[in-house]
């Protein structure tokens, strides 16, 4: 057991030092301009084991918001009101100045929202994430048609918002200059959502 942990713990490890490294040396050249090799040789491994971490180039940058692709499907889970928990965690996220929210004006963090919105094959694998988001959420929710519904417009809330806000942050504007605006688009759009959800809800049980 406790071997397992720590082979656990060093295989994660070993995919955030060789993400880290990668995000660095794209940050500094441009993703088209770094290779896989390059990468490789600079985390000091051979190129066949950074493929066995990381399938593919994109992945390496894809890494960072790993964690976040099953998320909502597990905030969810037993949920008595799906919508309700998934606001109120977007709320506590822009609280907290959370990346994954926009919210956040650490260079680094602009740096790394560039790269990932301004480089096409980024942008293509962000799409492959959020299917697997919203299919995981849709599982989640009883993965009937109408969850499937469900999960598409609740994934593309997050989305909206949060690319509104770092959009706001990358023209130059503060943090506290956005942070009031950002919650209150929050609540407003997860409470249109709510309602919209709920009158779909009504509408399924009288077509019964």
Known sequence: MGDMGLRERK??????????????????KGFDAVSVAEVAAAAGISKPTLFRYFPAKEDLVLHRIADH?????????????????????FLDGLGRNDPITGLNDHPQVLAFHTLLNSTPTLVARQYAYLERSEAALAEALGGTLEA????????????????????????????????ADAVRAAERAFGRLERALAGEGRDAAEDR
């Open 148 to 179: 499937r519904l469900a999960a598409g417009q609740i994934i593309a809330v997050q989305r909206i918002l949060a690319q509104d806000n770092w959009r706001r942050i990358a023209a130059g504007e503060r943090v506290e200059d956005v942070r």
């Open 11 to 28: 295989k994660r490890r070993m995919y955030e030092d060789v993400s880290d490294i990668a995000v660095r040396l794209f940050l500094a």
């Open 69 to 89: 692709e099953t998320e909502a499907a597990r905030l969810v889970a037993g949920a008595g009101s799906p919508v309700g928990v998934l606001r109120a965690h």
